[in-house]
């Protein structure tokens, strides 16, 4: 079964860090497109960052820089480093396998919380 | 900054046709924008409706189809059910590795 399985969310100070992981299974990370997208409460939804096959990575402007995303394709696992946490980056983490420029598979997401 | 716009709310009556939009702050959308479209209810996960700009998702029943009328992407759902009331979001692929969500639609059935 094709499935990705988000963990690493908590509650953390602003200016904090995290690591989000995203285990995929029933196909390989390492050989497809992967994004990060977040949903703020009450907000919709907002893509961060994308990973594809030959390892180039981009990211929205407010993340740029603060954010890193990876892969390890042993764990067949995907990543979002999160650095400098402030407020606004509380949120629900969806990570996503991409097909033809749309989200074709999504986790059910793990929630971030920037609270002092 | 590009701004991805749709209609704040729809209301559909069941068995009805509604199509929701998705347009560009600055230019008219295309296909070559890749158009994607997603439905999430309160508290889950969203859902793969169409990408592509009309290719259905595994399991999504056809009264969902996707398309581009005049500049802007669309999406149809046609014959209206009470479970379709959700919240809908497209998404266009701006190029060089940049993807933007919608402002996102609520559809009321009723």
């Known amino acids: 079964e094709v499935q990705l399985v988000e963990t690493g969310g908590g509650l953390i100070q602003p200016g904090g860090s995290l690591r989000l992981s995203c285990a995929a299974s029933g196909f390989t990370v390492g050989t497809n497109y992967m994004s990060w997208v977040r949903q703020a409460p009450g907000k919709g939804l907002e893509w961060l960052s994308v990973?594809?096959?030959?390892?180039?990575?981009y990211y929205t402007d407010s993340v740029k820089g603060r954010f890193t995303i990876s892969r390890d394709k042993s764990k067949n696992t995907l990543f979002l480093q999160l650095n400098s946490l402030r407020a606004e980056d509380t949120a629900i983490y969806y990570c996503?396998?991409?097909?033809?420029?749309?989200?074709?598979?999504w986790g059910q997401g793990t929630t971030v919380t920037v609270s002092s | 900054q590009t701004v991805v716009t749709q209609e704040p709310s729809f209301s559909v009556s069941p068995g009805g046709t509604v199509t929701l939009t998705c347009g560009l702050s600055s230019g008219s959308v295309s296909t070559s924008y890749s158009p994607s479209w997603y439905q999430q209810t309160p508290g889950q996960a969203p859902r793969t409706l169409i990408y592509n700009t009309n290719t259905r998702s595994s399991g999504v029943p056809d009264r969902f189809s996707g398309s581009v009328l005049g500049n802007k992407a669309a999406l149809t759902i046609t014959g209206a059910q009470a479970d379709d009331e959700s919240d809908y979001y497209c998404v266009l692929c701006l190029g060089s590795g940049i993807y933007v969500f919608g402002t996102g639609t609520k559809v009321t059935v009723l």
């Open positions: 990973i594809y096959s030959d390892s180039t990575t």
């Open positions: 996503a396998r991409m097909a033809l420029d749309g989200f074709e598979i």
